[in-house]
């Protein structure tokens, strides 16, 4: 389609990257930093799992104290959140990466063909990034590896990673973006 002095360049289904660069909070997002987001969430994320196994060299269910409140331990999770639906089969972890693999494809979509506040492009990009990490893991290891364990006063809260972290981060971004009024007039006059 031939380009207009009064049409952009940008396909009618791709996002502008930044529509208003005021610093207002109704500026609305591109791919470019959901995207942005995602890899550095992943590159973190497989390069952390990465060192702990193979430089620091951290052994299965080996536990490392760090801090009164903070240990390494490496297990492999093979279900989805806290251990939910563990699939101890091959078939089982591959079928788990290609569900993430479809969420991250179905929200990259959502992301390119619809303008988003900031905040849920952030969102958007860090659940993209942890998912990929997470299934990458399930192919590579036959389930996902985490590491970090808080704890206080006897109460030890579930081993989890950077992925883990980022997802239930996007989670949030999304949900404050959703439920803040101000944000939903700023999406709706988009």
């Known amino acids: 389609m031939p380009e207009t002095k009064d049409e952009p360049a940008t396909s009618r289904h791709q996002a502008p990257d930044v529509v208003s660069e005021t610093g207002d909070d109704r500026a609305v ?3 470019r930093l959901g995207l942005g987001i995602a890899a550095v969430i992943l590159v973190l994320d497989q390069l952390y799992k990465w060192w702990m196994i193979n430089v620091y060299g951290i052994r299965l269910d080996e536990r490392i104290t ?3 409140f903070l240990d390494f331990v490496y297990v492999i999770n093979k279900g989805i959140s806290y251990g939910l639906f563990s699939q101890g089969s091959d078939a089982g972890q591959y079928i788990l990466a290609v569900f993430a693999a479809v969420v991250a494809v179905i929200l990259t ?3 390119i063909r619809s303008p ?3 905040a849920s492009a952030l969102g958007i990009g860090l659940v993209i990034g942890g998912a990929i990490g997470n ?3 399930r192919l590579h290891l036959g ?3 985490d590491f ?5 006063f006897g109460f030890y809260w579930y081993v989890f990673n950077i992925a883990d972290v980022a997802i239930v981060a996007g989670v949030a971004a999304l949900l404050y973006d959703s439920l803040v009024p101000s944000r939903k007039r700023a ?3 988009t």
């Not at 970090?148 to 206080?152: D, G, P, R, T, V």
């Open 116 to 118: 988003h506040t900031r």
């Open 29 to 31: 997002s591109g791919p």
């Open 135 to 137: 299934a990458i893991d």
């Open 148 to 152: 970090i364990q808080l704890h206080a």
């Open 187 to 189: 999406a709706n006059e």
């Open 66 to 68: 760090v801090t009164p």
């Open 143 to 145: 389930g996902v590896a």
């Open 109 to 111: 979509i959502w992301l």
